[in-house]
């Protein structure tokens, strides 16, 4: 009797889509997919825009990452014209992006993942909530709001919105912050700095009581993918960097992004799989966001951040590390490193400088590429401007397409683990912190 | 007493749920009074637990997203049996949003694009297992359903969602006192202003207030919310509330503020509820709704108002963008259209009148016009203030009346590359006349 376990949807993601896992009747994992059941298409509407107002629109293929959909077009749309922009608008935009890796990474940690760790994987679904913690754990959860708050004001001052930001524009920025405001938001940071260390207090704590489940469940050996800006971490600027399985760096120019990856359409998602080129498919299936970002880069770009890095490789025993239950940390490393830049930034008064826009601009046919790094993996976007800047088509590699095919493959390891070897039944899981 | 709530998502992008979450530590206040049956982005009820769910078990469903696939029109028809009132939460569900620009080409043509044609797929094909399949076009949320209020907003502000959870949980915050406005109205004995043909909302009002208003010979526009007991002057209230069609603009105007302040939904302008629905509170069995509790007068009252408000488009009008624009009008001249790449715009002067393409004119408001602090123009995402077909010409003519453009109707056009892009970005999918090739 083959047997099907469904999971629709999948709760507490952003996006839309269900799991399917098929036992056969010899008790074997025979298949298991993510099926994405939703996609709306914003390579082919934005195809008759200005060139100039596909930042304004692509924001809304992402709530939770908004900033770099803003950001990452504008870049492309720079690098067709060949404009470049004023140091100011640059260094507010990377104030910006950081202050969303902030934001997005806690929501992560604290409104996503956390009720696994804090309430137990096997509680109650009522219960298994961000809405819960928030009851029984009133000082984390007030200070996870507290620290979520932050990013969100700091990215909706510099943003206008925190959600769907306009302010970027071909150029450069449109407006510089007010003096007021850069000293209204550093005088925060010390108070921030404080909470991010508590929470990867916590979070450390979680992985030690979990260790049994990081280190034994869902190791996954597979390619990874991110951007780095000289082998040292950055999110707003550098260019592809692929690690493969035996841990060697291969670096491309994002303009040579079609020689690294690939796009497999597979029929049973909406979302498209990712994967290394050179490798072919399902070999060179690479896995995004933090985790692969850690795995590629040499450093992280500040120190309080890099020695965390440094205390992780030498917990895991290793510079690359295959452990998915890792991701949590991994994102925790990258928080460190958004608030130490946030803080540096917003004590640079350059961000109150009025250059902040060029005039130098002149639309003309050509092709251009951008990546940045969002929350949940590298993003990139290919856009031709035809002689008067009109959008004439535009192709876009987006986390979800980076990530599905390693979730899948990830999905597939861990239910042969549960399904075919009993792992689950001689794991060690600690007592509930919330019973 | 917890009200049953679920939160319907379509295809969409998350970012209404971010802007709800944005309320951080005011969450801690909504949220315990919320029972939360269905909410994928955040908690852990699956499909199958709504579908167990007994009809209009759910007292408010909201609906985020838009229907672009066979399985966000199936849900669309789930949440609308399974809840009391529906609220169209965002603009996806209000208007198609940008996903509804899809609609200009066939949707074969649209998903080869995606599936086939792109620049680094290898293996193509159009999906076909364990996928819905799409509709042939962005269908809108109120064509399929009957939609109780609409939250308009890409996203909605945090502020508005919160007023509007507070509303639906009933009047949090406001005394509820026994008695009305009108027993300390100075006015009470001689003058009252109803009495006068003027819109005063006294009798409906909780007492309890400076009385500033009646002192200046103001109406009362009931800021205390409501009262416990209504007073005599309700009846005249709700006649006069029962023939609107020839309402001074005084009037207009109270009507607006007290709907805001007493039904307390800041900016009601980003929440368009349809006339029936107090009364829908009402009939709908027992909601756990403290907004039942309200005298059944008051509830008339507020429904005729409601039902004046959504009946009369213009009257919307009152309130655009830029009416809470701070920008300076008069001084500068379109003389030609600039793109938003060109030059930079002074922060105190009418985009409009320094050559840009705002829509603030024909946009409805309650954004607080958040670009505009930033220095972008408006691009609509709240909707528009009146529904034509051709909102490109609607924007020219309200433009040249109202601004300084020297620039003829046929230059406009030639220097508007993307009238669609421009003027129906939020939009498109809720012009039903739109048809593809136009």
């Known amino acids: 009797m083959v047997k099907e376990i469904i999971v629709e949807p999948i709760t507490r993601l952003e996006g839309h889509g269900g799991l399917r896992i098929v036992i056969g009747d010899d008790g074997k994992v025979k298949d298991a997919q993510f099926n994405v059941t939703s996609t709306r298409f914003f390579e082919k509407f934005c195809e008759g825009r200005y060139c100039e107002h596909v930042p304004r629109i692509t924001t809304r293929i992402c709530g939770i990452c908004p900033i770099p959909h803003h950001l990452t077009p504008t870049k492309a749309v720079e690098d067709a014209w060949n404009v470049q922009i004023p140091t100011p608008a640059l260094k507010l935009r990377k104030l910006l992006i950081n202050a969303k890796q902030y934001s997005s990474h806690l929501l992560h940690f604290y409104a996503l993942a956390a009720p696994d760790f804090l309430v137990g994987p096997f509680a109650d679904p009522a219960l298994r909530n961000i809405v819960y913690v928030i009851n029984k754990m009133p000082d984390v959860g007030a200070m996870a709001l507290k620290m979520m708050d932050f990013g969100q004001k700091l990215c909706a001052e510099i943003g206008g919105k925190s959600v769907h930001p306009i302010s970027a524009i071909v150029g450069g920025m449109k407006k510089p912050m007010d003096e007021d405001v850069r000293q209204k938001f550093l005088k925060q940071i010390p108070e921030q700095v404080e909470f991010t260390k508590k929470t990867v207090e916590i979070g450390l704590k979680v992985v030690e009581d979990y260790w049994d489940v990081i280190a034994n469940v869902g190791v996954v050996p597979t390619y990874y993918l991110g951007m780095t800006n000289n082998g040292v971490h950055d999110i707003y600027e550098g260019d592809i960097r692929i690690v493969d399985l035996e841990g060697k760096k291969i670096d491309y120019d994002v303009h040579n992004y079609l020689d690294a990856l690939g796009e497999h359409v597979p029929a049973h998602s909406y979302a498209t799989h990712m994967y290394y080129k050179p490798a072919g498919y399902p070999d060179g299936i690479y896995r995004a966001n933090c985790l692969a970002r850690i795995n590629c880069v040499d450093k992280m770009a500040t120190p309080l951040a890099d020695e965390a890095l440094k205390a992780m490789r030498a917990k895991i025993g290793t510079d690359l590390i295959h452990h998915t239950f890792a991701y949590h940390w991994a994102r925790l490393i990258e928080t460190v490193e958004a608030i130490e830049i946030v803080g540096s930034l917003l004590g640079d008064s350059d961000i109150c400088n009025p250059d902040c826009k060029t005039l130098d601009i002149e639309p003309r046919e050509a092709e251009g590429i951008a990546i940045t790094e969002a929350p949940r993996g590298l993003l990139l976007y290919h856009i031709w401007s035809d002689a008067d800047g009109i959008c004439k088509k535009l192709n876009l590699l987006v986390a979800t397409n980076h990530n599905i095919a390693g979730i899948e493959k990830s999905l597939m390891h861990v239910a042969k683990q549960i399904f075919e070897d009993n792992a689950l039944e001689g794991l060690k899981l600690p007592d509930p912190w919330i019973k | ?438």
């Not at chain 2, 696939?69 to 009132?85: G, M």
């Not at chain 2, 949320?141 to 507070?166: H, N, S, Y």
């Not at chain 2, 620039?407 to 508007?416: P, Y």
Request: with cysteine; aromatic share 8%.
């Open chain 2, 1 to 438: 007493m917890t009200v049953k709530v679920a939160f319907m998502q379509l295809s969409s992008c998350w970012g209404c749920h971010q802007s709800l979450l944005n309320a951080h530590l005011g969450l801690l206040q909504v949220l315990p009074a919320l029972d939360i049956v269905y909410w994928p982005a955040v908690v852990d009820f699956k499909h199958d637990s709504l579908v167990a769910r007994e009809d209009e078990e759910i007292v408010v469903g909201f609906i985020e997203g838009m229907i672009r696939t066979k399985e966000d029109l199936a849900n669309t028809k789930l949440i609308r049996k399974k809840s009391k009132i529906i609220i169209a939460f965002g603009s996806c569900a209000c208007y198609g949003n940008v996903p509804g620009l899809a609609n200009q080409w066939p949707i074969d043509e649209v998903q080869m694009r995606k599936f086939m044609e792109v620049e680094s797929a290898t293996t193509k094909r159009i999906p076909d297992q364990h996928v819905p399949g799409f509709e042939d076009k962005v269908v809108n949320v109120d064509d399929v359903i009957k939609v109780d209020a609409f939250l308009a907003g890409c996203p909605p502000r945090t502020e508005q969602i919160v007023g509007v959870v507070q509303f639906l949980l009933g009047q949090k915050g406001f005394p509820m006192n026994e008695k009305s406005f009108c027993e300390d109205c100075v006015l009470k004995e001689s003058g009252c202003l109803l009495d006068n043909g003027v819109l005063c909302y006294g009798p409906v009002t909780s007492i309890g207030c400076s009385l500033k208003c009646t002192n200046k010979g103001d109406p009362c526009v009931g800021c205390m919310g409501p009262a416990k007991n209504a007073s005599d002057k309700a009846q005249k209230l709700l006649d006069m509330t029962k023939s609107l069609d020839y309402i001074s603009s005084g009037n207009k105007k109270n009507l607006f503020e007290f709907l805001s302040l007493f039904l307390n939904v800041p900016l009601m302008a980003g929440f368009d509820l349809s006339g029936d629905i107090m009364m829908q509170i009402k009939k709908r069995g027992k909601p756990d709704t403290p907004l039942a509790t309200i005298p059944s007068i008051t509830t008339e009252i507020a429904t005729n108002l409601l039902g004046f408000l959504a009946m009369h488009p213009e009257f919307h009008e009152i309130s655009n963008v830029c009416q809470t624009c701070p920008r300076i009008i008069g001084k500068g001249t379109m003389t030609k259209v600039k793109r938003d790449y060109e030059g930079i715009p002074n922060q105190e002067d009418c985009f409009i009148e320094q050559g840009y393409i705002c829509v603030g004119p024909i946009t409805k408001a309650g954004c607080g016009g958040l670009c505009i602090k930033v220095n972008a123009p408006c691009t609509g995402c709240y909707g528009q203030t009146e529904w034509v077909i051709d909102q490109a010409t609607r924007f020219y003519k309200t433009i040249k009346e109202s601004f300084n453009v020297e620039l003829s109707k046929e230059e406009f056009f030639i220097q508007v590359k993307d009238p669609i892009g421009t003027f129906n970005k939020f939009t498109l999918a809720s012009n039903r006349d739109f048809n593809l090739g136009e």
